[in-house]
């Protein structure tokens, strides 16, 4: 025993350190790919480029995407499927091998900056994947420091809303007893290695639950009256930031007061089903664009204000593949055919009425100019 002991100091001197941070910046997108009409990943580096748009998201680690990312200097995080949560738990060198698979080799090319490790899966509709996540996320983050990234990828696991029993008053944010005992060991770990609590906050979900008693501006950051907490006597004018201190206060509830909340999913339905109310072109031209906004100010919120929020909003592209309501497919901020879905700033890839052929040619020779750095008069 005492033989082994300056290797089991070593590693545990060295996981002490935090990772490194995934998000440097304020805006991300989610690039979802659930589709078969969207561009191909060259071309969606040329459109992140042109809209300067410099932190993103996928749902798993295809390589075609890795290789296409490659140089531009765009940070992404990889996802690692909740269907590789039971074998990468089993054993550290699963989780090797599916980081030398399918991470190690783009590096440094492809700013691979950190690892989500499962997605919603505590409060998901699979128990026996709670069971499995901290030892999956463990696995993984002793891979990375056995293969000297551990500094360098951060490891996550996004949640969705699904794990709070309330976060109204934000006050109030509480996880769900049930989840407690899968919920600490992981807030733990994550704590030791520097991790941030991610969260997928939807007002869009919230609005369309109970739309007869959500103020709509209030779920879109128009003007409203807004609510009040009595605990913390603090004033609230839109529900997503609301949300976000409802996470910290869950947080808080369970002894993880430094723990930064990072918004891993945000966003509105511009198309929905009849009993999706408020899914409408016009809500989320208003939401994107005013999240826009907010976030662009690196603003903290009413409970943490010196802490800029940081967002990835969902979804770069419509997704015609995804399954469930009308709303699922029609998230995105950019159409299949890699123009806007609506105006808040951003720069298609074609024209958004696309009337002819030629207009789309300029329209991309226009992209790839500014992409590439050169300023046309």
Same mark, same amino acid.
């Given at each position: 025993?005492?033989?082994?002991?300056?290797?089991?100091f070593c590693f545990i001197l060295l996981s002490s350190f935090p990772s490194h941070d995934a998000?440097? #910046?304020?805006?991300?997108?989610?690039? #979802?790919?659930?589709?078969?009409?969207?561009?191909?990943?060259?071309?969606?580096?040329?459109?992140?480029?042109?809209?300067?748009? !410099?932190?993103?998201?996928?749902?798993?680690?295809?390589?075609?995407?890795?290789? &296409?990312?490659?140089?531009?200097?765009?940070?992404?995080?990889?996802?690692?499927?909740?269907?590789?949560?039971?074998?990468?738990?089993?054993?550290?060198?699963?989780?090797?091998?599916?980081?030398?698979?399918?991470?190690?080799?783009?590096?440094?090319?492809?700013?691979?900056? %950190?690892?989500?490790? #499962?997605?919603?899966?505590?409060?998901?509709?699979?128990?026996?994947?709670?069971?499995?996540?901290?030892?999956?996320?463990?696995?993984?983050?002793?891979?990375?420091?056995?293969?000297?990234?551990?500094? !360098?990828?951060?490891?996550?696991?996004?949640?969705?809303?699904?794990? +709070?029993?309330?976060?109204?008053? *934000?006050?109030? @944010?509480?996880? !769900?007893?049930?989840?407690?005992?899968?919920?600490?060991?992981?807030?733990?770990?994550?704590?030791?290695? %520097?991790?941030?609590?991610?969260?997928? &906050?939807?007002?869009?979900?919230?609005?369309?639950?109970? *739309?007869?008693?959500?103020? =709509?501006?209030?779920?879109?950051?128009?003007?409203? !009256?807004?609510?009040?907490?009595?605990?913390?006597? =603090?004033?609230?004018?839109?529900?997503?930031?609301?949300?976000?201190?409802?996470?910290?206060?869950?947080?808080?509830?369970?002894?993880?007061?430094?723990?930064?909340?990072?918004?891993?999913?945000? #966003?509105?339905?511009?198309?929905?089903?009849?009993?999706?109310?408020?899914?409408?072109?016009?809500?989320?031209?208003?939401?994107?664009?005013?999240l826009k906004k907010r976030l662009m100010k690196k603003k903290g919120t009413p409970y943490r204000?010196?802490?800029?929020?940081?967002?990835?909003?969902?979804?770069?592209?419509?997704?015609?593949?995804?399954?469930?309501?009308?709303?699922?497919?029609?998230?995105?901020?950019?159409?299949?055919? %890699?123009?806007?879905?609506?105006?808040? @700033?951003?720069? @298609?890839?074609?024209?958004?009425?696309?009337?002819? +052929?030629?207009?789309?040619?300029?329209?991309?020779?226009?992209?790839?100019?500014?992409?590439?750095?050169?300023?046309?008069?």
């Amino acid at each position: 025993m005492v033989a082994y002991f300056p290797l089991l100091f070593c590693f545990i001197l060295l996981s002490s350190f935090p990772s490194h941070d995934a998000f440097t #910046g304020t805006y991300g997108v989610n690039y #979802g790919r659930l589709a078969d009409n969207i561009p191909h990943p060259e071309s969606v580096v040329t459109l992140l480029k042109a809209n300067k748009i !410099k932190n993103t998201r996928i749902y798993d680690a295809d390589h075609s995407v890795l290789k &296409a990312f490659s140089g531009s200097g765009i940070e992404i995080i990889v996802g690692l499927g909740n269907e590789f949560l039971r074998d990468i738990s089993i054993n550290q060198d699963r989780a090797v091998d599916w980081i030398k698979t399918n991470v190690e080799p783009f590096l440094p090319g492809t700013s691979i900056t %950190g690892i989500a490790v #499962g997605n919603e899966v505590l409060g998901g509709g699979d128990p026996e994947l709670w069971e499995v996540l901290v030892p999956a996320v463990r696995n993984v983050y002793n891979a990375l420091t056995q293969l000297r990234l551990a500094d !360098k990828i951060e490891v996550s696991s996004p949640h969705s809303a699904a794990v +709070f029993a309330t976060t109204f008053p *934000p006050s109030a @944010g509480a996880f !769900k007893d049930t989840l407690l005992p899968y919920m600490r060991p992981l807030l733990r770990f994550f704590s030791h290695i %520097g991790s941030p609590f991610y969260i997928n &906050a939807y007002p869009f979900l919230a609005y369309i639950s109970d *739309p007869s008693h959500i103020d =709509l501006n209030y779920a879109i950051f128009e003007k409203n !009256k807004g609510i009040y907490d009595a605990k913390t006597k =603090l004033h609230y004018d839109n529900m997503f930031d609301a949300m976000v201190d409802a996470a910290y206060a869950a947080l808080e509830k369970v002894d993880f007061h430094r723990m930064e909340v990072i918004v891993s999913e945000t #966003g509105w339905a511009s198309k929905g089903d009849d009993n999706e109310a408020g899914a409408t072109v016009k809500n989320a031209k208003t939401y994107n664009g005013n999240l826009k906004k907010r976030l662009m100010k690196k603003k903290g919120t009413p409970y943490r204000p010196k802490r800029a929020v940081k967002a990835y909003v969902f979804a770069l592209f419509n997704e015609n593949s995804k399954p469930g309501p009308t709303s699922e497919r029609n998230f995105g901020l950019f159409k299949a055919d %890699g123009s806007t879905a609506y105006d808040i @700033g951003f720069t @298609g890839l074609v024209p958004s009425s696309a009337s002819s +052929f030629l207009g789309s040619i300029k329209t991309c020779i226009w992209v790839l100019c500014v992409a590439a750095g050169v300023v046309l008069s």
